[in-house]
């Protein structure tokens, strides 16, 4: 499963994963994918941190994305 690193894709990709995901199932998965990836990226010298920062900025859309479904 990839994430997205642009802002404007999350709420559609996180739509798209919630079809068969249940909210609180679906965030604990993103969450800890979105870990995994950063913790890729660390390991990457190149870029890495632009996409660690991407990353994060993601992080905080699914946190909304998350309120906003409750």
Request: proline content about 4%.
């Amino acid at each position: 499963m990839s994430v997205p690193y642009e802002v404007e894709k999350v709420e559609f990709w996180l739509k798209q994963l919630g079809k068969t995901l249940p909210p609180g199932e679906l965030y604990r998965r993103v969450q800890k994918l979105i870990t995994l990836k950063e913790a890729d990226k660390r390991s990457d010298n190149i870029g890495a941190e632009d996409k660690i920062q991407a990353l994060k900025k993601v992080r905080e859309e699914v946190e909304k994305f998350y309120l906003k479904s409750k």
